[in-house]
């Protein structure tokens, strides 16, 4: 008898629990589906796909060496599951839960139909601290660290080979993928992703605690893991679990080449748990990729897109120093720490008044580590469209003298401020001659932050105490 294990966003071989299970059970076909019409959504460009592409060649290695390659099939998943079954007598699916975006849903809706009318049984394990029919947030920070807490699985000690072909892997070009050059970005794979959480809790985690908002170090003294984690390269289990090793080794002195920093350690682990906090939100309740959480906000900024507001911002060319080299810092590289994101968000939100469904793909389209439950709501609260968290507008000229005093982050990725004072890098349009041919700035940040700020909070007063916000508490706050 033969099962199919469907690699989905769990891009490794170690603590995979569908393929662990499954191989002690059956033969398998390890099957991962490049779907075209995925690569079509809005949200996804090829630096998603390349980081895929390598992530599925050293997936593919890893199971050869257990005896069996990844099976890759390009196309629609239900004509290839459909002939799968027919061809191979398939009774077992094996996955993990797939929380992503609208369409990944809808797929996995039109699957299940499918495997329920040829009688085959999809069995489907959560994965990382997200759960399914959830009611209510009471019982989930339990169930969390009940699941973190667990010792991680290992690889299948072997897998028996299938008379099966795959398919070719074809390139971004070929799919017709949205292109947004990133020299920068990270490389994917299982290994890389083990050989990042070593060197962060072996050295790099040190200042975690000092630099995590600061854009200039954060790349160096982050995990930077988000990506692995999005991807599935590691699972969120095992970077617990390696975690608690190297700390329970530094506390009983075994390994004297590791001095960790506990305090960053604590507060590298409270991320963890946000970054599984978020993405049950969007499994509770999926229609905030398009929509308000609360519909209190529907109109507020529908009717005041400003395009060349959106172009300056997308570009980089905004004005304001800080705004424009981490935009243009993300666009090279795919990843910018959490605070210089949430100023980014914050900054189109609230100072250009756009509405975030019409910027949201523009950083989904950039951010490498791109995950929809963090990213939507996260995009909701910097937007204050929750109705439940505090109303937040990051002042990007105090962020940039706070976070980077110097201007060496600055004058890395804005060129035409290299030879400005710094005295005026900061706030380059109080520069008397301004010799530079840095952009003016496109709107004034105190007074339409006073604006913004206005708006939201004259909402929030009113709905403080009502029923849509009492109900989206119950669902959402644990």
């Not at 290839?80 to 699916?93: A, D, M, P, V, W």
């Not at 999926?286 to 400003?306: C, G, K, M, V, W």
Request: glycine content about 4%; overall charge positive.
């Amino acid at each position: 008898m033969t099962d199919i294990v469907w690699f989905k966003r769990d891009l490794r071989v170690n603590d995979h629990e569908p393929l662990y299970l499954a191989s002690k059970k059956n033969k398998i076909i390890p099957l991962y589906i490049i779907e075209n019409d995925f690569w079509k959504q809005p949200d996804v460009s090829d630096r998603h796909y390349n980081f895929l592409v390598e992530s599925l060649n050293d997936l593919s290695s890893s199971l050869q060496n257990l005896g069996q390659e990844l099976i890759i099939r390009v196309g629609d998943a239900e004509k290839i599951f459909t002939k799968l079954i027919e061809e191979h007598s398939i009774q077992n699916i094996w996955s993990h839960e797939e929380t992503w975006n609208n369409w990944t849903y809808e797929r996995d809706m039109r699957c299940r139909r499918l495997f329920s009318k040829k009688n085959v049984r999809w069995n489907e394990i959560h994965v990382n601290g997200v759960f399914r029919g959830l009611n209510d947030r009471k019982s989930w920070a339990r169930m969390f660290y009940k699941e973190m807490n667990k010792i991680p699985f290992g690889r299948p000690e072997k897998l028996d080979i299938i008379n099966i072909k795959s398919e070719n892997i074809p390139s971004a070009d070929d799919l017709s993928i949205r292109s947004i050059e990133c020299p920068y970005r990270q490389f994917g794979g299982e290994k890389e992703a083990h050989s990042l959480i070593d060197s962060f809790l072996t050295s790099r985690s040190y200042d975690y605690s000092k630099n995590i908002s600061s854009p200039l170090y954060s790349h160096e003294t982050c995990s930077r893991l988000s990506t692995y984690l999005a991807f599935g390269n590691i699972s969120l289990k095992q970077v617990f679990y390696i975690t608690k090793v190297a700390t329970d080794n530094a506390k009983n002195n075994k390994d004297s080449n590791n001095i960790l920093n506990f305090r960053s350690i604590n507060a590298f682990k409270s991320r963890l748990r946000w970054r599984s906090h978020f993405i049950q939100k969007l499994e509770d309740q999926p229609n905030i990729e398009s929509q308000n959480l609360h519909d209190a906000y529907n109109d507020i900024r529908q009717a005041h897109f400003n395009e060349e507001f959106y172009v300056a911002w997308r570009d980089g060319k905004t004005g304001f120093p800080l705004i424009d080299a981490c935009m243009r810092s993300l666009i090279q590289t795919g990843w910018i720490n959490f605070r210089m994101r949430a100023m980014l968000v914050s900054f189109a939100s609230n100072n250009l008044w756009l509405d975030w469904r019409k910027f949201a793909h523009h950083l989904s389209n950039i951010f490498t580590d791109y995950e929809p439950g963090i990213h939507y709501s996260q995009i909701q609260m910097q937007s204050g469209t929750t109705g439940i968290n505090t109303i937040r507008i990051y002042n990007p000229v105090k962020q940039s003298y706070d976070q980077d005093k110097d201007g060496v982050f600055i004058k890395k990725w804005v060129g035409e401020l290299e030879d400005c004072p710094i005295e005026y890098l900061h706030e380059p349009w109080k520069h008397e001659t301004k010799k530079f041919t840095y952009t003016s700035r496109i709107v004034d940040e105190n007074e339409t932050r006073k604006k913004a700020s206005s708006q939201l909070y004259s909402i929030k007063s009113k709905i403080r105490n009502s029923e849509t916000t009492k109900k989206i508490l119950k669902k959402h706050v644990s």
